[in-house]
């Protein structure tokens, strides 16, 4: 018999680890613990189902016990919690009902995930009130729809699982209310990105509230309450979702003396081993590294959790294998539109002080000609001087993933803007242009760091001098007419050759158009006519947003 391999926690990270194992070691004695009654479910997948866009509950159940102990040989004890570890003596204690048993292992790999936070606050445990994590609670949640006991919904949390609950509760016709505390939803993106997502929340008959904290709730019946925001306002509801983030689960951890981080994270090295011997840690519990600051981080995704099960797996059968960080990529459905992300964003780029630089792109997800074109909202971020890349935003309709998983795999590999403009990606007008919009994005990049297209940001337009600066659209006049910027002039970019008189050259000419296409064309123009200019970063349309209240 081989080595004795417990599995505390099933799901991405430890079924992973089982699955990967079993594959590499045949004669091992692999035992898997979870604490619930399913070890291998699409948590992602939950909202759909209480939304009802997945209509079979069984579709969430990827393996089974009975499946899974079959086809790779693993002893699977569901309703197993694993209440203690004795790294000295090498074993845990388990419960499973009123039986506390002792095992002993060879090598322990503790996968227990993350816990929905519910802050200790009056009226949390009102009947009225959920979370969602497992699918126990998807049951919960959607049986308390099924039977229509909710016309409105009070959604606490803008991150993925609030942003995903409202719409698919919404889906279900109930009057949504998305509560944040923070001043914009979707944390992984910028603030001006994340207008776009508020524009379109709220066209969809969700109501906003941003910057407003849950201080309290006051149950009004059996079936209804009173959310009670820190600004002292009072939203009646018959359902409430907790969203506001997660927390490791890691309390019997901490316990065994296994280091932890402050936020309870498990601190493992890039082979996931823990700081006691022969215990490895995966998945949604654990410290990572961010593969740009070089932070250390915590990421609850399942991408990085079914790898660092693989690689724990491999590190126990003696293949050297390591996680080479985290980079942050991922993607959410909000309602017709889809937000992904990729490396790090600006906040955080300025938070721990790496210097970058930026680029706003609008360019439509396929051919303009074909029926269907929409733009996909594209910024970058890459380093002064080399243009390396790090980090992506994609807001549009079709086509965000694609361009997000090019911009992914772009950063894994150090590559820089301009090897963006080379990259040689599939065309056909219903999928894309000659012309990609990550193509785009690195031309646009190219430009600015090659001085070809200074540029000025939308939160740079309300510090112009007008005493030795200009602005300048280059818009048509019934574009001009119909919204601007206050204060600028008016000159079509087809006219402009010919209207040069009329600019002051003792001024810097601060151009903008719709997107910037324009403002670029009139950018080298003026250039080579001996003007000082600079082109507004994703033009009007960034601008909006950026200027948006919400």
């Known amino acids: 018999m081989g080595k004795r391999v417990l599995i505390v926690g099933g799901v991405a990270g430890g079924a992973s680890c089982a699955a990967r194992l079993r594959r590499l070691d045949e004669t091992a004695e692999i035992i898997m613990f979870e604490k619930g009654e399913y070890i291998s479910f699409a948590n992602c997948g939950l909202p759909y189902y209480i939304g009802d866009t997945i209509k079979d509950r069984d579709d969430l159940i990827i393996q089974t016990p009975d499946k899974f102990q079959k086809r790779f040989n693993v002893d699977v004890r569901t309703n197993a919690e694993v209440t203690a570890i004795d790294p000295q003596n090498k074993t845990i204690s388990v419960r499973q009902g009123n039986v506390v048993s002792t095992e002993k292992y060879d090598a322990l790999v503790l996968s227990p995930g993350a816990a929905p936070i519910r802050p200790p606050l009056p009226g949390i445990d009102s009947p009225v009130v959920f979370s969602l994590r497992t699918i126990p609670d998807t049951d919960r949640i959607r049986a308390y729809v099924d039977q229509k006991k909710a016309r409105r919904a009070v959604v606490i949390g803008g991150g993925f699982i609030g942003l995903e609950m409202a719409e698919n509760l919404r889906h279900r016709g109930l009057e949504i209310t998305l509560v944040e505390m923070l001043d914009q939803v979707f944390m992984p993106a910028d603030k001006e990105m994340a207008a776009i997502l508020h524009q379109h929340l709220t066209m969809n008959g969700v109501r906003l509230i941003l910057g407003n904290g849950l201080k309290e709730i006051i149950p009004t019946g059996e079936e209804s309450a009173e959310v009670v925001l820190n600004s002292g306002e009072h939203v009646p509801t018959e359902l409430i979702v907790l969203a506001i983030g997660v927390k490791p689960d890691t309390d019997f951890v901490k316990k065994a003396g296994i280091a932890v981080s402050e936020r309870g994270a498990i601190i493992v090295d890039d082979h996931m081993r823990t700081d006691k011997p022969d215990i490895y840690a995966v998945g949604d519990a654990i410290e990572v590294v961010d593969f740009i600051s070089g932070k250390k981080v915590m990421v609850p995704l399942a991408g990085p959790a079914n790898r660092q099960g693989r690689i724990a797996a491999d590190n126990i059968a003696g293949i050297e294998s390591v996680y080479k960080n985290t980079q942050g990529t991922a993607i959410?459905?909000?309602?017709?539109?889809?937000?992904?992300?990729?490396?790090?964003?600006?906040?955080?780029?300025?938070?721990?002080?790496?210097?970058?630089?930026?680029?706003?792109?609008?360019?439509?997800?396929?051919?303009?000609?074909?029926?269907?074109?929409?733009?996909?909202?594209?910024?970058?971020?890459?380093?002064?001087?080399?243009?390396?890349?790090?980090?992506?935003?994609?807001?549009?309709?079709?086509?965000?993933?694609?361009?997000?998983?090019?911009?992914?795999?772009?950063?894994?590999?150090?590559?820089?803007?301009?090897?963006?403009?080379?990259?040689?990606?599939?065309?056909?007008?219903?999928?894309?242009?000659?012309?990609?919009?990550?193509?785009?994005?690195g031309f646009v990049a190219c430009n600015i760091i090659e001085n070809r297209m200074p540029v000025f940001f939308a939160e740079d337009v309300p510090s112009i001098d007008n005493s030795k600066q200009l602005l300048l659209d280059v818009r048509t006049t019934r574009e001009h007419e119909q919204?601007?910027?206050?204060?600028?002039?008016?000159?079509?970019?087809?006219?402009?050759?010919?209207?040069?008189?009329?600019?002051?050259?003792?001024?810097?000419?601060?151009?903008?158009?719709?997107?910037?296409?324009?403002?670029?064309?009139?950018?080298?123009?003026?250039?080579?006519?001996?003007?000082?200019?600079?082109?507004?970063?994703?033009?009007?349309?960034?601008?909006?947003?950026?200027?948006?209240?919400?």
């Not at 992300?341 to 609008?362: C, D, M």
């Not at 219903?430 to 990609?436: F, I, R, V």
């Not at 050259?505 to 080579?528: D, N």
């Open 483 to 550: 919204g601007a910027i206050a204060g600028s002039l008016c000159i079509p970019v087809d006219e402009l050759r010919g209207r040069l008189n009329e600019l002051d050259k003792s001024k810097e000419i601060m151009i903008y158009c719709q997107v910037g296409l324009r403002a670029y064309l009139a950018t080298r123009m003026l250039m080579q006519n001996g003007f000082r200019v600079k082109n507004l970063s994703g033009g009007y349309k960034t601008y909006l947003t950026n200027t948006s209240k919400n």
């Open 332 to 441: 959410c459905k909000i309602f017709d539109l889809t937000a992904a992300v990729t490396g790090i964003n600006e906040k955080n780029a300025k938070r721990l002080g790496i210097s970058f630089q930026k680029s706003y792109t609008h360019a439509t997800n396929h051919a303009g000609y074909y029926p269907g074109a929409f733009p996909l909202s594209i910024k970058i971020l890459f380093e002064p001087g080399n243009g390396k890349l790090l980090g992506a935003q994609v807001i549009g309709k079709d086509g965000v993933d694609k361009r997000i998983d090019v911009f992914a795999t772009a950063l894994r590999h150090g590559l820089t803007v301009a090897d963006l403009s080379e990259l040689e990606l599939a065309y056909a007008p219903p999928y894309g242009s000659a012309k990609d919009p990550v193509n785009i994005a």
